[in-house]
Structures are given as C-alpha cells and as structure tokens.
C-alpha cells in the first residue's frame, strides 16, 4: 500500500494542533480530514473508510470513547492512535477499554514522528 492510498481521520478538539498535523501527514502523500468534535468524527466515518484514526483521548465537549465505538461498529478493525496532553489513562487502561487501542501518544509527540506511527499502524491493521 502506498502513503497516497492512506485516508486518515484526525479528531482533535484544539484547531491549531489538528491543522499542524493535518499539514504534516498531508505533505507525507497521506489523505487527511480533521474533525473537531463527536459529530463531526461521527458524519465523517458515515461518509467513507479510513485506515487510521488520530483521536485525541480528551476532547473537548465529545466522547473520544464513543467515537471509537461508533468507529468500530462502521468499521471494524480500524486501529486508532491516542493522543492527549495529560497523564490520564497513562498506566496504558486506555487499551481496555478501545480495542483498537494500537498508540497511546503525548499530544506534543513531533509531527514526523505521530507521522511514521500513522503510517506503521496504518498499514499493519
């Protein structure tokens, strides 16, 4: 599979953050479309596959948890990198709890780096 071929899904309630890494991931060849919150994550997964996920795991006014339910339920299987800015569920739970769990990241992980992540977690299922 190609970079090009990748679709990802970004959810990340910060804007600013969500577009840096939608610019970064997108200048690697990789299809991108950032949502900001639930029903946007929701609409978007009713609209087409992706091959990965970056949710962030503390949105704001959303489920990150719901969103990964309503992603499996639509596309099962689909592994979802986790990224936040605290130490909530840092004792690794948060593999528990989402199945699909492949990545638990800190929200201030370098672009380059969130990007070979997407694509090795992307390819491998």
Request: with cysteine; net charge negative; charged share 20%.
């Amino acid at each position: 599979m190609r970079k090009s071929q990748l679709n990802v899904l970004i959810v990340e309630s910060d804007a600013s953050l969500g577009q840096l890494w939608q610019r970064h991931l997108e200048r690697q060849g990789l299809r991108v479309r950032l949502e900001h919150d639930q029903a946007g994550a929701i609409e978007a997964l009713d609209l087409r596959p992706f091959d990965l996920i970056v949710l962030n795991l503390l949105l704001t006014r959303s489920s990150s948890f719901s969103i990964a339910d309503a992603a499996e339920a639509r596309h099962p299987g689909i592994p979802i990198l986790f990224v936040t800015n605290t130490s909530f569920f840092s004792d690794g739970s948060v593999f528990g709890y989402c199945a699909n769990a492949r990545a638990y990241v800190n929200a201030a992980t370098p672009p380059e780096d969130l990007t070979a992540m997407v694509e090795h977690y992307a390819r491998s299922g």
